[in-house]
């Protein structure tokens, strides 16, 4: 008798301990797929995200930190500087000055505007966190316009108060120079390495605490990219520097590529870092600038 209650004492055991074992298998998968459908979704957005403070705040902190780039990057890299360059003995260390000059530019304005705006300063990355949904659509709009929109009035200034008038013309490389092959490989080479780094930079689930190292990271990979890139293609990642040889007259120059091509690098390289190096395991967290 004894046994025969332990037997099924046992027996209801093992049945409930299986019934617990289901539920909470039921319980992952339901919590994976709703991960799955939930978790990572494109967003729309609504112009109500600026109708108020912060949002008129993060389109400002934009526009401040796209203008103070133009504005330093190009005054470093512009014709009077060239100019300069070449009757001096120091020629050689242009590529490597502007490299890490507007590297550690890029660093400063992502660590002034990151609170606000999330510190893009580049319609590339607006895109970047939108295809990584972060963002919604409306938002990537907004800043990309707001970004273009400073960085005219910062060509527009530099070239202004500049005295450029007499000067070498300093165009981007153009298709007699460069096959057009040659130029998109140069352009999404340097765009993968800033947005596969900016990507890793900023992922929660890798364990990287908000800090000042992450803007110095993706500075330090934009002046290895421009660094590569510096002989060969002579312009940055960013598609708002069309705005300066428009400004200046250069706009007959083959400027779709460098307005076009780093947002194809973009597109691709976030596809290739959430398909194969982001960390599995850990569901994304959205990040609202």
Avoid at 101 to 117: A, K
Wanted: a negative charge.
């Amino acid at each position: 008798m004894g046994s025969s209650c332990d037997e099924s004492s046992n027996s209801e055991q093992q049945e409930g301990d299986a019934l617990v074992r289901q539920q909470a298998a039921a319980v992952s998968s339901s919590d994976t797929k709703n991960m799955t459908s939930t978790g990572r979704v494109w967003k729309l957005g609504s112009y109500t995200e600026f109708t108020n403070k912060d949002g008129l705040r993060a389109l400002f902190a934009e526009f401040l930190g796209t203008f103070m780039l133009v504005l330093i990057a190009t005054g470093g890299i512009n014709p009077r500087v060239i100019d300069a360059l070449t009757k001096s003995e120091t020629a050689q260390l242009f590529n490597f000055s502007t490299s890490f000059g507007v590297g550690m530019t890029v660093g400063l304005m992502i660590y002034l505007c990151c609170d606000i705006s999330g510190g893009h300063v580049n319609p590339s990355i607006s895109l970047m966190f939108f295809l990584d949904t972060q963002i919604s659509f409306i938002r990537m709009v907004a800043y990309t316009v707001v970004q273009m929109s400073a960085a005219f009035v910062a060509a527009g200034l530099l070239w202004g108060i500049g005295n450029f008038e007499g000067l070498p013309d300093f165009s981007p490389a153009n298709f007699d120079d460069m096959g057009v092959i040659q130029v998109i490989v140069f352009e999404i080479f340097g765009s993968w390495l800033m947005i596969l780094v900016t990507l890793a930079a900023i992922d929660e689930r890798r364990g990287h605490a908000p800090s000042y190292l992450q803007p110095f990271a993706i500075g330090m990979s934009i002046v290895i990219a421009l660094l590569f890139m510096g002989p060969y293609v002579i312009t940055g990642l960013n598609p708002v520097v069309i705005a300066w040889y428009i400004v200046c007259g250069a706009s007959t120059h083959h400027l779709w590529v460098y307005g076009l091509v780093p947002f194809l690098g973009t597109a691709t390289a976030v596809g290739v870092y959430n398909g194969l190096l982001r960390p599995y395991g850990t569901p994304a967290k959205q990040i609202q600038p």
